[in-house]
Nanobody, 115 residues
Framework: QVQLVESGGGLVQPGGSLRLSCAASGNIFKVVTMGWYRQAPSKQRELVARITPSSGSTIFADSVKGRFTISRDNAKNTLYLQMNSLKPEDTAVYYC????????WGQGTQVTVSS
């Protein structure tokens, strides 16, 4: 079973930036499409960005397009999400997982955008 550990969240002012990291266990990370998901209070979890195994293709939700960048380092089994120009509506718990998802989730990392 793959274990996922997200980190890098925090409190940031509108317009600020954060870089999230996701460490995954096991060799399967290298061969699967990975994604960043987020869940805001009282809302369903949504996929905000995905990246193919070779980093050849990335897709973003319209709400984050042009502000977020997803990348991965297969040698380190690590997924990243660079978030710029953050808005209050980006406030959520952020998770990484395969696309489509594995059955289990990490603990997530809280991102709060507020002045």
């Amino acid at each position: 079973q793959v274990q996922l550990v997200e980190s890098g969240g925090g409190l940031v002012q509108p317009g600020g930036s954060l870089r999230l990291s996701c460490a995954a266990s096991g060799n399967i990370f290298k061969v699967v499409t990975m994604g960043w998901y987020r869940q805001a209070p009282s809302k369903q979890r949504e996929l905000v960005a995905r990246i193919t195994p070779s980093s050849g293709s990335t897709i973003f939700a319209d709400s984050v397009k042009g502000r977020f960048t997803i990348s991965r380092d297969n040698a380190k089994n690590t997924l990243y999400l660079q978030m710029n120009s953050l808005k209050p509506e980006d406030t959520a718990v952020y998770y990484c997982n395969r696309v489509p998802t594995w059955g289990s989730w990490g603990q997530g990392t809280q991102v709060t955008v507020s002045s």
